[in-house]
């Protein structure tokens, strides 16, 4: 019995290309490079360059189921396990939601209001993949500041523990927790209250590549803003001065109206990349 014969990099790469322009994918030959790439450990570069190298028929095969998953629009972080994010590479995989750039705005807000409201201990609802606690620590650099993230899902865990380890984010403690019942017993002060936590309304129709991440990190209720408020609610009863969350574009008046019963010091909106309401910041 004959065996197949091997592919070059340039065969490769075109099967790939051919078969994502299929499913409509916008970038297909981009795509089919990155996941090679990703595959045999080169650069694009790297592929190019060696474009007559034949492949092993193990990678190859690997190199084909990547492509039919991307086939069906599973997103590319989750194929290549890693995400950018402010500048880093985090690691990311199913089961974690993909950090978008709009959540680097709450990070930058964050680190601002860390330093000029010397704020120490730092809590986190909904830790997911890291993204935030762990380049938080990262970023700052300051052994005094104590981090606690909290998520109900082992798989967010994991994800976050590896970006943990890999940014050596030795002042940020996990929790298997849900919001912060994870305190009643440590009972730590904390000075500021993070989150990005579900807000889109049960039953709204996903992007296709929304499909593949975890619906407790995406839908926040009946209206959306269910989650959003508990947060708004907990900070206040829990005596934390000062709390940034994001939301959804269209949750500001719903934001308004949870405070016109709360007695706060001041609340400041903030947009996201397209000019949209996409967060806020409380202080208590």
Excluded at 53 to 64: G, P, Y
Excluded at 174 to 182: I, T
Excluded at 232 to 248: A, R, V, W
Aim: aromatic share 12%; with cysteine; hydrophobic share 40%.
């Amino acid at each position: 019995m004959k065996s197949k014969p091997l592919w070059s990099i340039k065969e490769a790469l075109g099967y790939g290309a051919v078969e994502l322009k299929k499913s409509g994918i916008e970038r297909p030959i981009l795509e089919s490079e990155i996941l090679l790439g990703f595959v045999l450990k080169q650069s694009r570069v790297a592929l190019h360059y060696n474009f007559e190298m034949t492949i092993d028929s193990f990678w190859l095969e690997s190199f084909k189921r990547l492509i039919r998953r991307r086939r069906f629009y599973e997103p590319m972080e989750y194929l290549i396990e890693n995400v950018s994010f402010y500048g880093e590479e985090l690691y990311i995989s199913y089961g974690a939601l993909i950090p978008r750039p709009e959540t680097e705005i709450l990070v930058q807000k964050a680190m601002d209001w860390i330093v000029c409201k010397s704020c120490v201990k730092i809590a986190e609802i909904g830790v997911g993949s890291g993204a935030i606690s762990v380049m938080l620590s990262h970023l700052l650099k300051n052994p005094k500041l104590e981090f606690h993230a909290s998520d109900i899902s082992p798989e967010a865990l994991f994800n976050a523990y590896v970006n943990k380890v890999k940014f050596q984010a030795d002042n940020l403690t996990l929790h298997k927790s849900a919001y912060l019942e994870f305190n009643e017993n440590l009972k730590i002060p904390f000075d500021l209250l993070l989150s990005n936590p579900p807000y889109i309304k049960e039953g709204e129709i996903l992007p296709k590549t929304l499909e593949y991440e975890p619906k407790t990190a995406l839908f926040g209720g009946k209206k959306g803003d269910e989650i959003l408020l508990k947060i708004i609610q907990l900070c206040f009863d829990c005596k934390i001065p000062f709390l940034i969350c994001e939301m959804g574009h269209n949750q500001k008046k719903s934001v308004e109206s949870c405070l016109q019963t709360l007695p706060y010091k001041s609340l400041e909106f903030y947009k996201d990349l397209a000019g949209l309401d996409r967060g806020f910041m409380i202080e208590f």
